[in-house]
């Protein structure tokens, strides 16, 4: 009976969110406009102060022209009907003169109940920037009163009272004007700064987005390749890194897709290697009955050759999945090791000759099988870069010596053949791209640094030059050190 679905939660409610243009170049435009327009609002304060300050001087201006007209007079009077007009050319109701301190009243209209709030423009006085919101925002029928200096008379200040309806009426007309303009110069400069920044900011993004999307869909397009504008700031370097990375990838997939397919063909030919292996066996079984001293002789290498062949059939499936055997270490004897996988690498005294620098009593901790197959890829390796070198007159050799520093076991592997190129010391452990020779698959050392890490240690080349390469093969543990500690190497071709 098949299993009843699992109740689903319902989805959690999401918060209503605020409206925002989802692209860059919206988003940039909207802030700039919004940016600029703030600017202006900052700046209103002072325009509408200097607004009102420059209306209110031109009253004054007034209002004092006003107050000279008793002193001309005859007799320094002045009708009742002249009064009032004077007054109401100058738009007040009061003109006041103050002389020496003394404050003298030039011209009176009716008396006002309302009290009138003052502005003070005598120089000594800075501009007051909540002035003209008091005189917008002051109640219907309020009076204003103004202190300024003098201009065409003598005195300490002239000072007036009027109603401050004609200055609101200008001050809001003003204030709808300004609003304009900055609106204007705001949508005009954000159009400007947002045309700008599109041209060498977000139309180079969105060049390099669209290229990470293409690049995502589809690896092996070449249209995904981001073209490089050459620039030398952050655009450019991002265009260069993302050029890189696309190129890393794409040999990182290729590497795989390699893999992949040699783990999909070895697993095929698993099987049948198998069973070639089990018959070279039973007929390694029927020599061991022959009595010949020399089958004797050589059976043994052929069996444990056989038996690591099969052990790395057997796993072979796992390897092709990119999955090692876990180790099983143990005390080896190092000497005989070497000498095993010398001969599997085929160096002998005809060709690529081994020059060990190893005691008998020299021991390691190590998973057999492993440690053959790791020295075995690193003596081939050696013998064949080598046999591969042109014009080579001198004889080939690899040595071999090993330390215990920290407790640690360090194999040292020196050959003096023509040392690694540069282009192959890049990528020298990676699998297929690692090879220094152009029929080289890129393996060995891929594989040997895989197992050294797999116990724990490591693989790293240490030196390359003409004189040669040296690799040094470092395995935790070091049985036996304190034995071998401070005795003289010794050397045996």
């Not at 053949?417 to 452990?429: I, V």
């Amino acid at each position: 009976m098949a299993d009843a679905p699992t109740p689903q939660e319902p989805p959690s409610p999401q918060r209503p969110r605020f409206f925002w243009p989802g692209g860059l170049s919206a988003r940039l435009l909207t802030l700039t406009i919004l940016f600029v327009l703030l600017a202006g609002l900052v700046s209103l304060p002072p325009i509408l102060a200097a607004f009102e300050e420059q209306w209110l001087l031109d009253r004054a201006r007034a209002a004092e022209l006003a107050s000279l007209a008793p002193e001309v007079a005859p007799d320094r009077k002045v009708s009742e009907q002249l009064k009032a007009e004077l007054l109401r050319g100058a738009g007040v109701e009061i003109v006041a003169i103050s002389n020496d301190r003394i404050r003298s009243l030039v011209f009176a209209g009716p008396k006002i109940p309302t009290r009138a709030y003052l502005v003070d423009l005598r120089g000594n006085v800075g501009l007051d920037l909540l002035a003209p919101f008091r005189t917008l925002f002051s109640a219907p029928g309020s009076r204003i009163r103004v202190m300024a200096e003098p201009r065409f008379r003598k005195a300490d200040f002239v000072e007036f009272v009027a109603p401050d309806a004609e200055l609101k009426k200008a001050l809001i007309g003003y204030l709808w004007r300004v609003l304009l303009v900055i609106g204007f110069v705001s949508a005009v400069a954000g159009l400007l700064v947002y045309l700008t920044l599109n041209l060498f900011l977000v139309r180079p993004m969105q060049r390099i987005t669209y290229a990470m999307e293409r690049f995502r869909a589809d690896p092996e397009d070449p249209q995904a390749r981001v073209p490089l504008s050459g620039r030398r700031d952050e655009i450019g370097r991002a265009e260069a890194e993302l050029d890189r990375m696309q190129a890393d990838l794409r040999a990182a997939l290729s590497s795989r897709a390699r893999l992949a397919a040699l783990g999909e063909a070895v697993a095929k030919i698993n099987h049948d290697l198998k069973n070639m292996l089990t018959s070279a066996q039973i007929a390694s079984e029927r020599l061991a009955a022959l009595k010949d001293p020399k089958v004797s002789q050589a059976l043994p290498r052929l069996e444990r050759a056989l038996d690591r062949a099969v052990k790395l059939a057997s796993g072979v499936l796992a390897y092709g999945k990119t999955q090692e055997a876990a180790p099983e270490p143990r005390a080896l004897a190092l000497a005989p090791a070497l000498e095993a996988a010398a001969e599997e690498a085929r160096l002998g005294e005809a060709g690529v000759r081994l020059v060990s620098q190893l005691a008998a009593e020299d021991q390691v901790l190590a998973d057999p099988d492993q440690l053959h197959r790791i020295l075995t890829n690193l003596l081939r390796n050696a013998r064949e870069a080598i046999e591969h070198q042109e014009g080579r007159r001198r004889p080939g050799k690899v040595t071999v010596s090993v330390g215990y520093p920290d407790g640690a076991t360090v194999i040292r592997i020196a050959d003096n053949g023509p040392g690694l190129p540069e282009r192959a010391r890049e990528r020298l452990f990676q699998p297929f791209a690692g090879s220094g020779r152009p029929d080289g698959a890129g393996l060995g050392l891929a594989i040997a640094r895989e197992l050294a890490q797999g116990h724990g240690g490591d693989l790293a080349l240490v030196e390359s030059g003409s004189k040669g390469a040296v690799f040094e093969l470092r395995l935790p543990g070091a049985p036996g050190a304190a034995e071998t500690r401070g005795r003289p190497a010794r050397s045996s071709a």
